[in-house]
Nanobody
Framework: QVQLGESGGGLVQAGGSLRLSCATSGRTFRWNVGAWFRQAPGKEREFVAA????????DYADSVKGRFAISRDSSKNIVFLQMNSLKPEDTALYYCAQGVMISIQRAPNQYQYWGQGTQVTVSS
């Protein structure tokens, strides 16, 4: 069983930065694709970024490309999301997820394991 826990959310002004962390427990971490999703009030959960099991491949939503960076430290079982140049429209509950898959997928139903979420609020 894999358990995930997010941290690093908070309140930041537009243009600022935050770094989210997703701590993982469980034996299968290094074989899992790691991803971040977000959900704003009244909206569906949307894909933000993902990283392959090896860390060699990444994928980003167009809305965050060039501003966000996903990485992983397999020795510590952590997946990070560095968020720069934050905008008010980035405000959401951010979830980390992991799934066993051949290649990175953007659909939430491809991920078997989810954290509880961490709130990110960007003020204008």
């Amino acid at each position: 069983q894999v358990q995930l826990g997010e941290s690093g959310g908070g309140l930041v002004q537009a243009g600022g930065s935050l770094r989210l962390s997703c701590a993982t427990s469980g034996r299968t971490f290094r074989w899992n694709v790691g991803a971040w999703f977000r959900q704003a009030p009244g909206k569906e959960r949307e894909f933000v970024a993902a990283i392959s099991a090896s860390g060699s491949s990444t994928d980003y939503a167009d809305s965050v490309k060039g501003r966000f960076a996903i990485s992983r430290d397999s020795s510590k079982n952590i997946v990070f999301l560095q968020m720069n140049s934050l905008k008010p429209e980035d405000t959401a509950l951010y979830y980390c997820a992991q799934g066993v898959m051949i290649s990175i997928q953007r659909a939430p139903n491809q991920y078997q394991y989810w954290g509880q979420g961490t709130q990110v609020t960007v003020s204008s």
